[in-house]
């Protein structure tokens, strides 16, 4: 029988390696929706200390969504856009520059602003990057 502590570890493991990110700069959170589990994979940027959300997938459990996650960056990611989108957060001078793969704009957009107030980051463009 697996060890479900473990095997979530591992499998958490496997997608910051797969990324190179390590702990800290990836968060993995979970929660209940309607007798399914929903894993928030959020980015921590170090240099300007800024959260974004990188993907979500929805399972039956917390391993299921982890094995979902996993297949889905290992795999399914260059099915999806890139863009490039600069921006500033309220009060700083800097303008910044960050990166979301999506299925279009308002996607790239939803992961910029997630968990965050509209009024807190002032966007300034969204590209579509060409495909390679």
Known sequence: MEDIHVESSRIQKQIEDHLGMGPGNLLFEFRQLAGRVRLDL????????????????EGHDKLDALRK???????????ESSYTIQWRARGDRELQTSYFRAHNTYEALDKLYYGRDLNTITVFSVVLNPSS
């Not at 959020?42 to 997938?57: A, C, D, G, K, W």
């Open 69 to 79: 996650m996993l297949t889905y960056v290992k795999d399914s990611r260059d099915t």
């Open 42 to 57: 959020i980015t921590v940027n170090p240099r300007h200390q800024q959260s974004f959300l990188f993907r979500y997938e």
